[in-house]
Each structure stands twice: as structure tokens, then as C-alpha cells.
């Protein structure tokens, strides 16, 4: 749900600072308002939250992957450059501690 937060205050953020009055620059808060509701449900359901997990890391790879295809396919400046690599690099860390979070859950299953 952290990721969630932060992605939602940073696309807040960059809307009110570049003064957008386009919802594309909310993107990043629709994002994130998706990864507080599955964190919400993981709290809610804790025997989904192996699913769940899943869930948040290919929405993670997915905002990586389109935020860098939007930045370099459009040739984005300015404040959309900004919100795009903003994305990207929340989106990618969250993705890596997945990752690792994956490995580890394997090696504890076949250690166990």
C-alpha cells in the first residue's frame, strides 16, 4: 500500500505543479489507487495474498514497461518526462523487492 500512497501523492503533485488540467497527468495516482486496493484486499483476505502479490508485480511491470514506452516512444518533456521516470523508478524498486520476495518464498518452500 506504500507504493500505492506514494504513487498517488507524486501524480498529485505533478498535476497541481505543472498545472495540467489533463487527467493524463493523474495517471500515476490511478495507478496507485489500484495497488491500495490490493493491498486493502491482502489485508482483508490474508489466503489471497500469494495471488495478490502476483497481481501488484505485473501491475508494477506493466506501469514500468508503458511509462518507458510513453517517455521514449513519444519523446515526453517537462513535467510528463518527470512523472514518467517518476513512475518508472517507484514502479521498477517496488518491482526488484517482488522479485526478491518470490526467491525467497521458493527457497523457505523447498528448504521447508
Known sequence: MSLGA???VFGVIVTIASGSGSATSL????????????????????????????????LALLAVVSSLGSAIGRGAEGWALFAQVGTIVLCAAYLVFAVQSFRQARLARTTA
Open 27 to 58: 495517471i500515476p495516482a490511478f495507478i496507485g489507487v489500484v495497488f491500495v486496493v490490493l493491498g486493502l484486499v491482502a489485508r482483508a483476505k490474508p489466503d489471497l495474498n500469494h495471488h495478490l502479490m502476483h497481481a501488484s508485480a505485473a
Open 6 to 8: 506514494a504513487l498517488i
